[in-house]
Antibody, heavy 119, light 106 residues
Framework: QLQLQESGPGLVKPSETLSLTCTVSGGFIRSSSYYWGWIRQPPVKGLEWIGSIFHSGSTYYNPSLESRVTISVDTSKNQFSLMLTSVTAADTAVYYC???????????WGQGTLVTVSS | SYELTQPPSVSVSPGQTASITCSGD??????ACWYQQKAGQSPVLVISQQTKRPSGIPERFSGSTSGNTATLTITGTQAMDEADYYC?????????FGGGTKLTVL
């Protein structure tokens, strides 16, 4: 069964870069016909899509975050990654990785990882 | 930018039918889907492509769309259905979420 697991620092200082990795098991990123995405959820708030990537490296980003976001993929490690630059307290959230389906629904989610931005 | 609007909260008595709406421009032309998120857990897809129920999702969950509104219906609501529900669609190369609806079963 496909599983996704987020990993990375739980604390990032303001103005620095947030970096997270999603490791996929039970399936291969390179053989998927669909995209892989990052979503975040600030405390006690709703879901916000960050961006998504195909195994070829093709990406889509949320326009409101696009200037600060880079999503990359490493098919040899079966991982995809998120970088968010110049973070502020507003970037404090649980960050999820997930796999899209044919109509951009998010079929399978990781358990999420809390990232706090604080000095 | 595209927006999806949900009511902040819906209340329902156990055994009754709960309906949660999601409104967006020409939403009926898009493949809206719905997620359930229980406290402290990751979201789970409960309806995809407007009306399809993924494997393992109880039959009491159903979806429909008409015009600019998608509706998630839970028939015979159970206490375990108490959760936040989010609609989502794809528009202009972006994933868009509704603001979420807190379903209270009381």
């Amino acid at each position: 069964q496909l599983q996704l697991q987020e990993s990375g620092p739980g604390l990032v200082k303001p103005s620095e870069t947030l970096s997270l990795t999603c490791t996929v098991s039970g399936g291969f990123i390179r053989s998927s016909s669909y995209y892989w995405g990052w979503i975040r959820q600030p405390p006690v708030k709703g879901l916000e899509w960050i961006g998504s990537i195909f195994h070829s490296g093709s990406t889509y980003y949320n326009p409101s975050l696009e200037s600060r976001v880079t999503i990359s993929v490493d098919t040899s490690k079966n991982q995809f990654s998120l970088m968010l630059t110049s973070v502020t307290a507003a970037d404090t959230a649980v960050y999820y990785c997930a796999r899209h389906g044919a109509q951009w629904e998010l079929l399978r989610w990781g358990q999420g990882t809390l990232v706090t931005v604080s000095s | 930018s595209y927006e999806l609007t949900q009511p902040p909260s819906v209340s329902v008595s156990p055994g009754q039918t709960a309906s949660i709406t999601c409104s967006g421009d020409k939403l009926g032309d898009k493949y809206a889907c719905w997620y359930q998120q229980k406290a402290g857990q990751s979201p789970v897809l409960v309806i995809s492509q407007q009306t399809k129920r993924p494997s393992g999702i109880p039959e009491r969950f159903s979806g429909s769309t008409s015009g600019n509104t998608a509706t998630l219906t839970i028939t015979g609501t159970q206490a375990m259905d108490e959760a936040d529900y989010y609609c989502q669609a794809w528009d202009s190369s972006t994933v868009v979420f509704g603001g979420g609806t807190k379903l209270t079963v009381l």
